[in-house]
């Protein structure tokens, strides 16, 4: 079932192109018709690879990797960053520091020094120093929370780009293919989306349109983040009842007891899936015996 319907997107504006004589002309497999000027984007094209970007993001947050939302444009700053923080992706919202994928050991040690200065305000060595020093280590803080603030937990190089306007991030899709880094992107009918591994046709200068796409892509990753919780919690149990025998072996209990408790165990488990099974067999003899019952009405 596709996530987004054409009545959707088209509320969303996201079928508003550019101006004629500002297309690519990689992008002619996506454009719908030309209207009073304006280049219409095909939308069941953009349903197509949207859901297709969708499922591989969710497989990316599904195996614990991370995706890292680039959109440094005045109207996607807001909306990729509020909706970004609610699943724990990294995003860059204030400016692309030249080098951030291919040079990312220099942005660590960045990073780091966020942590160093916030150190020196807690242990009081920020208390010692004169005013001036003062001032500017306080500045140096600020600047580099405003730039890398929302990728302190970017420890290693992320498994995917997402990014709002190909053309003015430029610089972010080249590192990224130079690093062989997949890039997801919504491309407008003034891109090039050859260089793009997953591009989604669409109006990437209206808010509305932005906040859809992304919100669509944040579900998708939310999604891939519960799965990997639940196969988390299936394995956890198992090993739970390793850890009980372990604390009943510490204790001074004889052997043949902590045998029976985890018989009784095993036991117990047996029961719960033979009456899973039973309940399973009933509902398709009822469903079974329904059939029969409409086909002989008929």
């Given at each position: 079932?596709?996530?987004?319907?054409?009545?959707?997107?088209l509320?969303?504006?996201?079928?508003?192109?550019?101006?004629?004589?500002?297309?690519n002309?990689?992008?002619?497999?996506?454009?719908?018709?030309?209207?009073?000027?304006?280049?219409?984007?095909?939308?069941?094209?953009t349903?197509?690879?949207?859901?297709?970007?969708?499922?591989?993001?969710?497989?990316?947050?599904?195996?614990?990797?991370?995706?890292?939302?680039?959109?440094?444009?005045?109207?996607?700053?807001?909306?990729?960053?509020?909706?970004v923080?609610?699943?724990?992706?990294?995003?860059?919202?204030?400016?692309?520091?030249?080098?951030?994928?291919?040079?990312?050991?220099?942005?660590?040690?960045?990073?780091?020094?966020?942590?160093?200065?916030?150190?020196m305000?807690?242990?009081?060595?920020?208390?010692?120093?004169?005013?001036?020093?003062?001032?500017q280590?306080?500045?140096?803080?600020?600047?580099?929370?405003?730039?890398?603030?929302?990728?302190?937990?970017?420890?290693?190089?992320?498994?995917?780009l997402?990014?709002?306007?190909?053309?003015?991030?430029?610089?972010a899709?080249?590192?990224?293919?130079?690093?062989?880094?997949?890039?997801?992107?919504?491309?407008?009918?003034?891109?090039?989306?050859t260089?793009?591994?997953?591009?989604?046709?669409?109006?990437?200068?209206?808010?509305?349109?932005?906040?859809?796409?992304?919100?669509?892509?944040c579900?998708?990753?939310?999604?891939?983040?519960?799965?990997?919780?639940?196969?988390?919690?299936?394995?956890?149990?198992?090993?739970?009842?390793?850890?009980?025998?372990?604390?009943?072996?510490?204790?001074?209990?004889?052997?043949?007891?902590?045998?029976?408790?985890?018989?009784?165990?095993?036991?117990?488990?047996?029961?719960?899936?033979?009456?899973?099974?039973?309940?399973?067999?009933?509902?398709?003899?009822?469903?079974?015996?329904?059939?029969?019952?409409?086909?002989?009405?008929?």
């Amino acid at each position: 079932m596709p996530r987004t319907d054409f009545k959707e997107l088209l509320d969303a504006g996201v079928h508003f192109g550019h101006l004629k004589r500002k297309w690519n002309p990689a992008m002619a497999p996506y454009i719908f018709m030309e209207r009073n000027g304006i280049h219409i984007i095909d939308l069941e094209k953009t349903i197509v690879k949207l859901d297709e970007a969708a499922s591989a993001m969710k497989h990316i947050a599904k195996s614990g990797k991370k995706v890292l939302f680039v959109a440094t444009k005045k109207q996607a700053k807001e909306i990729v960053a509020e909706k970004v923080k609610n699943v724990n992706m990294p995003y860059v919202t204030e400016r692309w520091p030249g080098g951030m994928l291919t040079n990312f050991p220099t942005i660590r040690k960045a990073v780091k020094k966020m942590g160093s200065i916030d150190k020196m305000a807690t242990d009081g060595t920020l208390t010692n120093l004169s005013k001036r020093e003062k001032l500017q280590v306080t500045r140096q803080r600020a600047k580099l929370e405003k730039n890398l603030g929302s990728i302190v937990d970017l420890t290693r190089l992320p498994s995917a780009l997402f990014i709002v306007d190909v053309c003015k991030e430029h610089i972010a899709v080249r590192e990224a293919k130079r690093l062989g880094i997949p890039v997801f992107a919504m491309v407008d009918t003034n891109s090039d989306p050859t260089d793009i591994d997953f591009p989604i046709p669409a109006n990437d200068d209206a808010s509305k349109s932005i906040s859809l796409i992304t919100d669509i892509l944040c579900q998708a990753i939310e999604e891939g983040l519960n799965e990997r919780k639940m196969e988390k919690d299936k394995e956890m149990l198992p090993k739970d009842k390793k850890i009980i025998r372990k604390e009943l072996e510490t204790k001074d209990i004889p052997a043949s007891l902590i045998e029976a408790i985890v018989e009784e165990e095993e036991e117990e488990e047996e029961e719960a899936e033979e009456e899973a099974s039973a309940v399973e067999l009933v509902e398709d003899e009822d469903a079974a015996d329904e059939t029969e019952e409409t086909e002989e009405e008929e």
